[in-house]
């Protein structure tokens, strides 16, 4: 009976259900808390927690075409989990996240930056990222630029920054509270670019939050359609060309109501600010991973309901 409470069930089906396909296992158990990032139509998983609860520092490369993983080995970067990656052209940034020491300290949290170059399998340091709050940071593509924020050290913060690549800089944006409900500081967010344009949102302040919004001219949020259902934190999600697919999570509503781990995947259209329900996931899912290939939507990895590690991919095709 605690498990069930503990558990609990999604009223919430999809409005077509899409037929889930499973993809091959990641190799030596899966990851938790990793971080994932698509160039050239391969995915790559960086970093995580193992079943033993150990930081890896390792890279892992995923090709849909074959099915195969194939382990690249060590990164010049320290183990950490909730890094953050994003892609422009052929160059990967990523960095920050947690190495596991003393919670809340900030030599635990961390702010290095890097560039990372696939086809050649080199990696540069960068200049380090302004501040400490780097905890699952969430993360944007412009034009040239990234905007990077909303990272988590013993507390929360609302902070962005700009990274402008050709300089090699950070700089402080204020991109203030647009509208009412936003909550000024959260964590535990997602977000994507999708079609040039930046969306964020889900996380926890207190418990776990619906809230969708866009950041619009890299200088304020504009709310959208809050996600539909349970709120949630540490959901996944991935963009395709002209759509957002936001799966899993943890819903927590406070200390007098019981936690859930979802199995829920959305759809969400830019043009329309619309959300649909499109599948049940095979399992409840949280700290996992989303990417979109083509017209195929893949997710897995992470931790189930129970705490336990998932090695497990899986695709839909929209």
Same mark, same amino acid.
């Given at each position: =009976? ?10 919430? !089906?999809?409005?077509?259900?899409? @037929? ?5 296992? =990641? ?29 890896? %520092? ?20 320290? @183990? ?12 990967? &940034? ?10 809340? #300290?900030?030599?635990?949290?961390? #702010?290095?930056?890097?560039? &990372? ?13 302004? %501040? ?15 905007y990077v924020g909303f990272g988590f050290c013993g507390n929360y913060r609302r902070d962005m920054f700009r990274y402008?690549?050709?300089? %090699? ?27 040039? !344009?930046?969306? =964020? ?50 819903? &927590? ?9 979802? #199995?829920? =995947?959305?759809?969400?259209?830019? #043009? ?37 590690? %998932? ?8």
């Amino acid at each position: =009976m605690l498990a069930l409470l503990l558990i609990g069930c999604s009223p919430y !089906r999809p409005e077509v259900e899409l @037929p889930i396909h499973e993809a091959a296992s =990641m190799p030596g158990g899966g990851r938790a808390s990793a971080t994932c990032f698509v160039v050239n139509d391969r995915a790559y998983v960086f970093a995580g927690r193992d079943s033993a609860g150990i930081y890896h %520092n390792d890279l892992w490369r995923y090709t849909p075409a074959t099915d195969q993983w194939e382990n690249l080995g060590s990164t010049p970067l320290v @183990p950490r989990v909730n890094a953050t990656a994003c892609v422009d052209g052929d160059i990967v &940034y990523l960095g920050l996240g947690y190495n596991g020491g003393h919670y809340g #300290q900030d030599t635990s949290y961390l #702010q290095d930056w890097w560039a &990372y170059t696939p086809s050649t399998d080199s990696w540069q340091q960068l200049q380090d990222y302004p %501040n400490a709050y780097t905890d699952a940071a969430t993360s944007f593509v412009g034009q040239g630029e990234l905007y990077v924020g909303f990272g988590f050290c013993g507390n929360y913060r609302r902070d962005m920054f700009r990274y402008t690549i050709t300089d %090699n800089r950070w700089d402080s944006i204020d991109v203030g509270v647009s509208f009412s409900g936003y909550p000024t500081r959260s964590f535990g967010g997602t977000g994507c670019t999708c079609a040039g !344009r930046h969306f =964020m949102g889900t996380g926890y302040h207190r418990f776990s939050l619906d809230w969708w919004a866009e950041l619009v001219d890299g200088t304020h949020w504009e709310a959208r359609a809050a996600v539909p259902g349970r709120t949630r934190t540490t959901a996944a999600s991935g963009a395709s060309a002209d759509a957002i697919y936001l799966c899993g999570g943890f819903h &927590y509503g406070g200390v007098t109501t019981t936690g859930e781990v979802l #199995q829920d =995947m959305l759809r969400y259209n830019p #043009q329309e600010d619309r959300w649909h329900y499109i599948a049940v996931m095979p399992k409840r899912l949280m700290n996992h991973i989303c990417f979109a290939i083509g017209d195929r939507v893949y997710f897995g990895l992470g931790e189930d309901d129970e705490w336990r590690l %998932n090695d497990k991919l899986y695709y839909l095709e929209d």
